[in-house]
């Protein structure tokens, strides 16, 4: 077995696998003047800070550092009812983004509505409103999944409208599965739960 320690950085490594681990957990802490320790299977060197090099025949000084590399292996405890449901509730926000930002089809196209597509919808139906108020002509070139359309100040209205339904009905959809989380009382039940049923298309 071959050993690393550098207890300043908390840093072991054993056997080419290292890991930084929190020295504060042993029961014992190591001698402040120790900067390093190689271990090279039969014997080894303490790199002190002051004082120079120290050989050692065994790490019977360090089996605390040996125990608490091996412990970290250990899985972790399984996570509490709360802890369950503020994870399944962050999959359930990313999951209503990625639908909220995904487009959806309107009049048989394909509607982006990432955050600038609306961006840029909002802006439009700003004109449109305008146009419409003053009884004026209004007409954009509007890309979609089926290539180049016109819309005029209505149609623009009307994709602006659907678009914010679609939105609303995606966090109405999140609102849903969150009070279906919340009444949830089983960690197993939280964490089988799916969240990608009854969203809108």
Same mark, same amino acid.
């Given at each position: 077995?071959?050993?690393?320690?550098?207890?300043?950085?908390?840093?072991?490594?054993?056997?080419?696998?290292?890991?930084?681990?929190?020295?504060?957990?042993?029961?014992?802490?190591?001698?402040?003047?120790?900067?390093?320790?190689?271990?090279?299977?039969?014997?080894?060197?303490?790199?002190?800070?002051?004082?120079?090099?120290?050989?050692?025949?065994?790490?019977?000084?360090?089996? &605390?550092?040996?125990? !608490?590399? $091996? =412990?970290?292996? @250990?899985?972790?405890?399984?996570?509490?009812? *709360?802890?369950?449901? /503020?994870?399944?509730?962050?999959?359930?926000?990313?999951?209503?983004?990625?639908?909220?930002?995904?487009?959806?089809?309107?009049?048989?196209?394909?509607?982006?509505?990432?955050?600038?597509?609306?961006?840029?919808?909002?802006?439009?139906?700003?004109?449109?409103?305008?146009?419409?108020?003053?009884?004026?002509?209004?007409?954009?070139?509007?890309?979609?999944?089926? &290539?180049?359309?016109? !819309?005029? $100040? =209505?149609?623009? @209205?009307?994709?602006?409208?659907?678009?914010? *339904?679609?939105?609303? /009905?995606?966090?109405?959809?999140?609102?849903?599965?969150?009070?279906?989380?919340?009444?949830?009382?089983?960690?197993?039940?939280?964490?089988?739960?799916?969240?990608?049923?009854?969203?809108?298309?």
């Amino acid at each position: 077995m071959k050993v690393t320690i550098i207890p300043e950085d908390g840093y072991v490594r054993i056997d080419g696998v290292g890991k930084n681990l929190d020295f504060s957990q042993l029961a014992e802490p190591l001698d402040s003047n120790i900067h390093a320790v190689q271990w090279t299977g039969m014997s080894g060197v303490v790199e002190r800070k002051i004082g120079g090099p120290v050989v050692i025949t065994d790490l019977l000084d360090f089996e &605390g550092v040996l125990d !608490l590399f $091996a =412990a970290d292996d @250990v899985p972790p405890a399984p996570p509490t009812l *709360e802890e369950a449901k /503020a994870v399944k509730r962050a999959e359930l926000a990313a999951y209503r983004y990625a639908k909220e930002t995904g487009g959806f089809v309107w009049a048989g196209q394909t509607i982006l509505t990432d955050d600038r597509s609306k961006t840029l919808l909002a802006g439009a139906r700003t004109a449109a409103d305008a146009a419409l108020a003053n009884s004026q002509s209004y007409e954009i070139n509007w890309k979609s999944s089926g &290539g180049w359309v016109v !819309l005029s $100040a =209505a149609m623009i @209205v009307a994709l602006s409208n659907a678009v914010r *339904e679609f939105v609303q /009905a995606c966090f109405d959809t999140e609102k849903s599965h969150d009070e279906a989380i919340e009444g949830l009382t089983l960690v197993v039940s939280v964490e089988a739960y799916d969240v990608t049923t009854g969203w809108p298309e």
